[in-house]
């Protein structure tokens, strides 16, 4: 076969290259893969080694025990603490002691976030347009403009005759 | 906020293919169709293409080079993407990206590197230094342009060629697929779609040319040739009429139907996407062009070189719009309406987000910058005066 020198290079580069694709990818692909499906098997056991990072609302309960009873009374209670505030491993290390204050965050997009109205929401279910609400567009709209009325722990307005504190 | 009308599901508020993926198929799609060019002069022997046999393959190379590019913008993670490669799971379409683009990516470097072997060979026993190096490199230390060799070459580069066709379709059809296959999206979900998506790329690689070899003929001072043209203007507006043609097809198959998907994508059609599908897709984009093609064609003994590059390059700049217009309109389009059918959001990119405007400029200038290096290292265009071969 003459003048085919070049062709044998190319071919011996392709085949370097598939040679190299195989051994990259031997090293690539994690040894577990493909134990109990389509993933890395040891993927299972680093998600379960990884610390708590939500407590839910009982967690919360075992200190705040005054705020837990005036929001499970109220049309929030479904509502799990750590949606508003932030995870509980924020506050609380896993070994129980304090990290920092719980944020608070009083926007109004905070409250929107549920309550702006959509049309996919369920009918009864307390939506808001700001504009006919405050009478102000969203962007205008102050930290804590939600906050004036309402209880965020326990919004309903037709309750307020039940006494509870100030916002706690 | 949004900008939402009527009944939405929360899961429909987020556009999760963005531009970046309007850029990808676009992208893509010039590498198909700049080959589908290549491979009329060197398999079908459309010898009125020899000016921009060499220029159309470069022109390939350097999309396809950047293809990825807009895809790994848009992925959270983009260190994964080799996932794809290494374990690429076969019930998912895009599985298929890796075999698709590797095999084409080695065809088509193959093609391009055979093409300019003898080029690769002359350079690097003319130069000296750094340069002799990478040319010798290129060469792969194999300086053999005896004629023999070269007709040796001559047949292989036909038989990559030939190989390279179905490749690029199916890179560029497997695109296509992707939509095509999403059985919950009436406006994605139909077999034409990889049919349109390869047809309409056929058009943009084509149009692509027009603009850039004539700008390239400009830029080196030397006459364009109007065979050259003559052809690229005629083919465009065959698969001008293909593409429009299967566009509306779809449509009109919908439309006739009057099935429940109607309700969604008739409103989608003529409010939401009328500009960029009533006036861009089908007027500007494919109306006006297709009249100037049809002059340019019909009217050819009438005219002089100077009009048919005017008109066939104001024709392939719109074209290169049509066919982007066509892309978002399917991408966003078949994302801004709600799955409840009843139901839109909008979607605006911003200019400067990590997906914005300017990063698809960037990214559609990119492969153009590429194209100009790659054409230093490997001038496509010969002197007019060497004979054909």
């Known amino acids: 076969m003459k003048h085919t020198k070049h062709y044998w290079r190319a071919g011996f580069l392709l085949v370097g290259g598939l040679i190299g694709f195989i051994f990259v990818r031997h090293f690539l692909v994690p040894t577990s893969f493909g134990q109990f499906g389509f993933y890395r098997g040891t993927n299972l056991a680093e998600q379960q080694a990884k610390s708590v990072v939500h407590g839910g609302k009982e967690s919360c309960s075992t200190c705040h025990e005054d705020v837990a009873k005036n929001h499970a009374a109220g049309s929030h209670a479904v509502v799990q603490c750590e949606n508003c505030h932030a995870a509980l491993s924020k506050h609380i290390n896993k070994d129980g002691e304090f990290v920092e204050l719980m944020p608070i965050d009083r926007s109004p997009q905070l409250c929107l976030r549920c309550h702006r109205s959509l049309p996919s929401r369920p009918t009864g279910f307390p939506q808001i347009e700001t504009k006919e609400h405050l009478g102000l567009d969203e962007p205008e709209l102050q930290a804590g403009a939600c906050l004036a009325c309402h209880n965020s722990h326990r919004p309903s307005l037709e309750k307020k005759k039940v006494k509870y504190e100030n916002n706690g | 906020m949004f900008e939402t ?63 990825t590019l807009p895809l790994l913008n848009h992925l959270g993670h983009p260190e994964r993407a080799m996932n794809i490669m290494i374990t690429p799971h076969f019930s998912s379409a895009m599985a298929g990206f890796g075999i698709l ?62 190989i390279g066709i179905p490749a690029a379709c199916m890179l560029h059809g497997y695109v296509g697929f992707l939509f095509g296959g999403i059985k919950a999206n009436p406006w994605w979900s139909t077999p034409l779609m990889p ?62 139907e009057q099935a429940e998907e109607w309700e969604v994508i ?39 070189d100077k009009l048919r590059n005017m008109l066939t390059f ?17 991408v966003i389009g078949g994302q801004i309406f709600s799955k409840s059918f ?30 100009i290096v790659l054409s230093r290292v490997l001038p496509p265009f010969r002197s007019q005066k060497e004979p054909i071969g």
């Open chain 2, 342 to 371: 009843r139901g839109f959001r909008d979607y605006t990119p911003h200019f400067l987000e990590k997906e914005g405007v300017l990063a698809a400029i960037l990214l559609g200038l990119l492969p153009c910058v590429l194209l």
């Open chain 2, 101 to 162: 683009y590797t095999f084409y990516l080695i065809v088509l470097t193959l093609e391009v590197w055979l093409v300019f072997r003898k080029d690769i060979v002359d350079y690097a026993r003319a130069s000296t230094g750094l340069r002799r190096t990478m040319y010798k490199i290129l060469a792969l230390g194999v300086y053999d342009t005896s004629p023999e060799a070269l007709e040796k070459d001559h047949k292989v580069v036909k038989v990559l060629a030939a």
């Open chain 2, 314 to 330: 104001i024709a392939s700049s719109l074209l290169l719009i049509q066919v982007f217009a066509m892309r978002w309109n399917v």
């Open chain 2, 5 to 67: 009308i009527n009944f939405l599901f929360p899961n429909d508020l987020h556009i999760h293919w963005s531009l970046m993926i309007v850029m990808y198929p676009y992208i893509t799609g010039l590498v198909a169709g700049a080959f589908i060019v290549s491979s009329l002069y060197h398999v079908f022997g459309k010898i009125e293409f020899r000016p921009i046999g060499r220029f159309s393959l470069l022109t390939s190379l350097a999309f396809l080079l950047t293809a």
């Open chain 2, 195 to 256: 049919v349109i998506f390869l047809f309409s790329a056929v058009v943009s690689g084509i149009a692509a040319l027009v603009i850039f070899y004539q700008i390239a003929m400009r830029w080196r001072g030397e006459a364009i040739s109007a065979d050259c043209i003559r052809g690229l203007a005629r083919w465009l507006w065959l698969f001008l009429i293909m593409t429009v043609t299967l566009e509306l097809l779809e449509i009109i198959t919908l439309a006739y």
């Open chain 2, 266 to 304: 008739a409103p989608l059609l003529t409010h939401q996407l009328s500009f960029s599908f009533i006036s861009l897709q089908m007027i500007i984009g494919a109306l006006i062009p297709m009249i100037l093609l049809m002059i340019t064609v019909l009217m050819d003994s009438f005219m002089k």
